[in-house]
């Protein structure tokens, strides 16, 4: 019975998987054959040309809806109440396809195009974009290199700061109420602002509060956000900062969570600190370090605003990322098919390092 069970859920997977696969072609083909500039013929080409017809996107639509709503069923056949969660997610459900799901497809489309904003279909490119940003131009692995290294610093940073400032508020301390504050208080200002505020504490200039205490000791002053080897240092700093408060209270929530007879019990044992911290918080923790790292990574992939302010990718190309190398190709060299390629690129990229985040640490955590 547990073996049917699961080859049904897994029929229904690949199901669901193939349905989505239906809904990108088909989504593909109405862009086609909707498109004014030539599209040379192909395989693939050809297959989404023919899902894009109006007959076979409702052949598609009925099929997508028959494999969910068989998907409901099997899990759920007995009451007619049990479908009443599913009707209060739809409005949910249409706010992603709106804004999640078509911009998606959208951007693979209009990365198969040489074109602009202005005109996002103006010729037809096909993989070419692709073989432009991998193979052609540099500043595409450059800004790759100078993300992997940024998010490399705020995975670790804010979840080995968060533990020590968890673990330091968790004790019982007048001074606790205050640190909190102190600590979360930076979260809730806006990126742009804290990013004006330390270009102006690490500004180059003699009224830069960093070099003004550099000069008060002696020392030369530094140009902090115009040195290749400093600037990316100093958004990691002022990301840090910003974000170390509400990471740290989510560890704080989940120590609070932790039953105190454990450690009690470890503490008759003559367990160690240290012991118990790796035996006991640590993998007690688990889950809540596995959502921080996976929204820690998604994030600072994606980061844009504070990079802009700084030092809007310098010096030279120092601290280019990901995002506002999209944000360059496509609204200052008005190159959207380039731009797209980079966007579904960072797309796939994100997509895999989620998949291995879940596959690799999915029997690491451990939930109460």
């Not at 017809?53 to 409901?72: D, L, Q, Y």
């Not at 504050?181 to 270009?199: E, M």
């Not at 910003?242 to 454990?262: C, D, F, Q, R, V």
Request: overall charge positive; charged content about 10%.
């Amino acid at each position: 019975m547990a073996d049917s069970k699961k080859t049904l859920r897994t029929c229904s997977n690949v199901l669901l998987a193939v349905s989505l696969v239906l809904i990108g072609f088909g989504f593909l083909g109405i862009k086609i054959n909707q498109t004014a500039a030539p599209v040379p013929s192909g395989f693939l080409i050809d297959l989404c040309k023919k899902v894009g017809t109006p007959v076979t996107a409702v052949g598609v639509v009925v099929f997508v809806g028959a494999v969910v709503a068989g998907n409901i069923t099997m899990q759920r056949r007995t009451k007619l109440y049990n479908y009443f969660p599913y009707l209060l997610i739809i409005p949910a459900v249409a706010f992603l396809v709106v804004f999640v799901v078509y911009p998606m497809f959208n951007v693979i489309y209009l990365s198969l195009f040489n074109g602009t904003v202005m005109n996002p279909t103006k010729s037809w490119m096909g993989i070419n974009n692709f073989k432009m940003i991998f193979v052609v131009k540099r500043d595409f692995t450059t800004a790759l290199k100078n993300t992997a290294v940024y998010t490399a610093a705020m995975v670790i940073g804010l979840i080995a700061l968060s533990l020590v400032f968890a673990l330091w508020l968790q004790k019982d301390r007048k001074i606790n109420n205050v640190a909190q504050t102190v600590f979360f208080t930076p979260h809730l200002v806006a990126a742009i602002s804290c990013a004006f505020i330390f270009q102006w504490i690490m500004s180059g200039q003699s009224y830069g509060l960093f070099n003004s205490v550099l000069r008060t000791f002696g020392f030369q002053k530094i140009d902090w956000l115009n040195n290749p080897d400093t600037a990316m240092g100093c958004i990691i700093f002022m990301n840090l900062w910003k974000n170390i408060g509400y990471h740290t209270l989510i560890i704080m929530s989940a120590l609070k969570s932790i039953p105190n007879e454990i450690y009690e019990a470890a503490e008759l044992d003559n367990a160690g600190t240290l012991r118990t911290f790796f035996k006991i918080t640590l993998p007690l923790l688990s889950p809540q370090i596995f959502f921080l790292l996976i929204t820690i990574t998604t994030g600072s992939f994606k980061v844009f605003d504070s990079i802009n302010v700084m030092t809007a990718g310098g010096p030279g190309d120092a601290t280019e990322v990901l995002a506002r190398y999209i944000y360059k190709y496509a609204f200052t060299l008005n190159k959207l098919g380039v731009a797209s390629a980079a966007g579904v690129a960072l797309m796939v990229i994100l997509i895999l390092i989620t998949l291995i985040d879940f596959k690799g640490l999915e029997k690491k955590v451990h939930y109460q």
